[in-house]
């Protein structure tokens, strides 16, 4: 099998370069159908995501093609200079194309270790190259094995567990665990910042229907409210509307705190000590520090957020020499497999190759002997078998052996030459 | 049928899935949900085998004696435990009950008496409904506690800004303060209607001029205590708004814990006629095994409920 990996990521291409060899889901599936124009009998998967472009490549031929060849390919299909494209771009090669499909797809070389969205994507790409009959038996082992592996390390260990963002954090390690639901809360948010958005778009997948939008420009509450079917209200109801909320997101561009203390007093007397959760994400702080000292007020200003989200990045480092140890062993096996796929027409012909002088000279020695039972006959048969097996089985033995590291062409080719193997 | 059956069987069954709660603490594994329900469903089946046992063997009133009382309060919380674990499978509930299951199962053991009651067939009904409205009122008290201390937990986390431990992971406050508040109630009605089944009890045998039980008895005494304390918390929550707040029903779970305990030690430690006793240096204690026809002694005919 000859396999490998060109393209360019994060790691060392800028996002404007990335921007410009970026795919979107059409020019894919039209890139694929150019691919096998250029490159017929060459499988190939294309995986375009926000911080990478590669494309797999994998043959049973001789040779694949060269990282000036998909590179010319790219800067083609994107109308770029091909010198420009090819100095970004990076090849893996057989078992390091493997490892690093299995890492991609586990979501250990993204930007964000562990985030999610990456898997999907890789399946996506694969299903998408299948669709365009750009795959067979070759990037369908391999694929098959990295959806297997990815969620093989997210089954073992805990590198998904942990949110990582601002908002997801706010949600899924603070809202969710004070309310047990959210369809019955009443969400209020104050201001039209961006990530009260993204906090509001988490907070609607848990089932949040009652929204309220308050904004001292009342158009642009409204327009807010409309975008998340909630209701807007004027400034002057900020107060009354904090009374009835169990749940504020605040991310004013205010120059102080928009709810002190004493307004909050106020506020809390018609309350019943029900519990309220504030997510302050405004820098300057929009609610007075003091109101989280209460005890049902859950105050997390952006700062708690972000120091709660870099907790969460250092823990999900502490899973990285375990998933990086899942993705070793699963790339071995995984080569293993393949390798042993490689020899085993080969095992095949010397069995073959074996068994007819086999069978030929026990017919003539059975011809000879017509006086043999049939118990005897069967017993000469098993042992005629026993020396075949025995005789092939030290060079079967060295071509496994040979074949856990790499393909054994060099004893492979010896073994055609001495037994006279043909296709 | 079940005669193999003893308590360290569904001790050791309860003790073993309780170590796999613990070893949440430590490492994270695939299968181990699955292993500790059956653990634990293993053990309520032999646990339910060897009260089942008790039942046909026991002389006098069925699973009458206060062994049997706390096999059976033990055998509901461990029911309780199966049914939150099935519900929350990512939450510890079982580093919390088992600890108490397993206290109860010990009390059993170690310290309660086994000596079943004889009830004449009158009061038999009227027993039955003590001895299970007491049972129950303990199991809520049990499970408020549990509720109470895990809503104090993750109160103390989300105060702190800390995210959530994926290792330990608590139910919502939400979720805890309506088990909470609903474990308070239960448990008062529960207690309620133990004790005036009690008094009926208490009734009867005054009717038959069998022996009454005073109405001083430490036990009585304690158990009217816990009622009295039950009953303050509900109105207190009905009447007075800020008593709702979570943080204060979760005291006020763990407080009835407090009072429950002397209700139990007043039953066990102090010289009370409650379970028939007359005289406690006959009792036959921390044998483990079930009393037999030749070793029922019974102190009178009738109950002597509080």
């Keep these: 099998m000859l396999m490998q990996v060109v393209g360019c990521s994060h790691h060392g291409t800028s996002l404007a370069m990335r921007e410009r060899l970026t795919f979107t889901p059409e020019q894919t599936r039209e890139a694929l159908d150019h691919w096998r124009r250029v490159f017929p009998?060459?499988?190939?998967?294309?995986?375009?995501?926000?911080?990478?472009?590669?494309?797999?490549?994998?043959?049973?031929?001789?040779?694949?093609?060269?990282?000036?060849?998909?590179?010319?390919?790219l800067a083609r299909f994107h109308g770029l200079a091909p010198a420009e494209v090819v100095e970004h771009l990076y090849q893996h090669n057989d078992e390091a194309a493997v490892q690093h499909l299995f890492s991609v797809a586990a979501s250990l070389d993204s930007m964000v270790l562990g985030e999610p969205q990456i898997l999907a994507q890789v399946k996506q790409?694969?299903?998408?190259?299948?669709?365009?009959?750009?795959?067979?038996?070759?990037?369908?082992?391999?694929?098959?094995?990295?959806?297997?592996?990815?969620?093989?390390?997210?089954?073992?260990?805990?590198?998904?567990?942990?949110?990582?963002?601002?908002?997801?954090?706010?949600?899924?390690?603070?809202?969710r665990q004070i309310f047990e639901r959210f369809d019955d809360k009443e969400t209020l948010v104050i201001g039209a910042g961006e990530m009260a958005e993204e906090t509001l778009r988490y907070l609607q997948e848990e089932g949040a229907r009652r929204i309220t939008v308050v904004n001292r420009n009342f158009p642009r509450a409204e327009e807010l409210a409309g975008r998340w079917r909630g209701r807007a209200l004027a400034w002057e109801n900020l107060l009354p509307a904090l009374t009835a909320a169990?749940?504020?997101?605040?991310?004013?561009?205010?120059?102080?705190?928009?709810?002190?203390?004493?307004?909050?007093?106020?506020?809390?007397?018609?309350?019943?000590?029900?519990?309220?959760?504030?997510?302050?994400?405004?820098?300057?702080?929009?609610?007075?520090?003091?109101?989280?000292?209460?005890p049902d007020v859950y105050l997390y200003s952006i700062d708690d957020l972000q120091e709660a989200c870099q907790r969460n990045r250092s823990e999900r480092d502490k899973e990285l020499p375990a998933a990086t140890h899942i993705i070793e062993q699963e790339t071995a096996r995984f080569m293993a497999e393949m390798y042993h796929r490689t020899i085993g027409p080969v095992i095949e012909r010397l069995r073959l190759g074996w068994q007819k002088p086999k069978e030929e000279e026990l017919q003539r020695l059975l011809n000879k002997l017509p006086q043999v039972d049939d118990h005897a006959r069967d017993e000469i048969r098993r042992s005629f078998d026993r020396l075949v097996n025995k005789l092939l089985h030290p060079p079967l033995e060295s071509l496994r052996d040979e074949s856990r590291d790499g393909v054994p062409r060099g004893l492979l080719d010896a073994l055609a030459r001495l037994f006279q193997l043909k296709d | 049928m079940f005669c193999g059956v003893s308590t360290i069987c569904f001790s050791a069954s309860y003790g073993v899935a309780l170590a796999l709660e613990l070893s949440r603490l430590l490492f994270r594994s695939g299968g181990r949900a699955a292993v500790t329900l059956g653990f634990a469903g293993a053990g309520l089946v032999a646990h339910t085998a060897f009260l089942y046992n008790r039942a046909l063997t026991e002389v006098g009133a069925s699973l009458s004696s206060e062994r049997d009382w706390y096999l059976v309060a033990s055998w509901v919380l461990v029911v309780v435990y199966l049914h939150l674990a099935v519900l929350h499978p990512k939450t510890p509930f079982g580093l919390f009950l088992l600890p108490l299951v397993l206290g109860l199962i010990g009390t059993a053991t170690f310290l309660a008496p086994s000596e079943p009651l004889a009830r004449e067939p009158a009061s038999r009904i009227w027993g039955a409904i003590h001895g299970i409205s007491i049972v129950l009122a303990t199991v809520s008290v049990l499970v408020g506690f549990v509720a109470g201390l895990m809503y104090l937990g993750q109160v103390r986390r989300?105060?702190?800004?800390?995210?959530?431990?994926?290792?330990l992971r608590l139910p919502s406050l939400e979720w805890l303060r309506w088990t909470n508040s609903r474990a308070i109630i239960l448990s008062t009605l529960m207690l309620?209607?133990?004790v005036l089944s009690g008094m009926v009890l208490n009734l009867i045998n005054f009717r038959d001029k069998a022996e009454r039980l005073s109405w001083n008895d430490p036990v009585v005494l304690s158990t009217w205590l816990l009622f009295f304390w039950l009953l303050a918390a509900v109105i207190l929550s009905a009447v007075y708004r800020p008593a709702r707040q979570g943080h204060k029903v979760a005291y006020l779970t763990l407080a009835s814990f407090l009072f429950f305990v002397l209700m139990l030690a007043a039953g066990l430690l102090m010289d009370s006629r409650h379970w028939g006793r007359v005289e406690r240096g006959n009792e036959n204690r921390g044998t483990g095994s079930a009393p037999t026809r030749a070793d029922f002694r019974p102190s009178s005919p009738g109950g002597r409920p509080c």
């Design chain 2, 158 to 167: 989300l105060k702190h800004k800390r995210p959530s431990a994926n290792r």
């Design chain 2, 192 to 194: 309620g209607l133990g």
């Design chain 1, 41 to 73: 009998g060459v499988e190939a998967v294309l995986l375009s995501t926000c911080n990478r472009v590669e494309i797999y490549a994998a043959t049973e031929r001789e040779s694949t093609p060269t990282l000036d060849q998909i590179g010319k390919f």
């Design chain 1, 125 to 175: 790409a694969y299903q998408v190259a299948t669709e365009q009959d750009n795959t067979g038996p070759l990037m369908h082992a391999v694929f098959q094995a990295a959806l297997r592996v990815a969620r093989r390390v997210a089954s073992e260990t805990n590198l998904h567990q942990r949110r990582v963002s601002v908002p997801s954090v706010a949600v899924a390690d603070f809202a």
């Design chain 1, 246 to 294: 169990d749940l504020v997101i605040s991310t004013t561009g205010a120059e102080g705190a928009i709810v002190t203390a004493d307004q909050f007093a106020a506020v809390a007397s018609g309350r019943s000590a029900r519990p309220l959760l504030i997510l302050d994400l405004a820098v300057p702080r929009d609610f007075d520090p003091v109101i989280g000292d209460r």
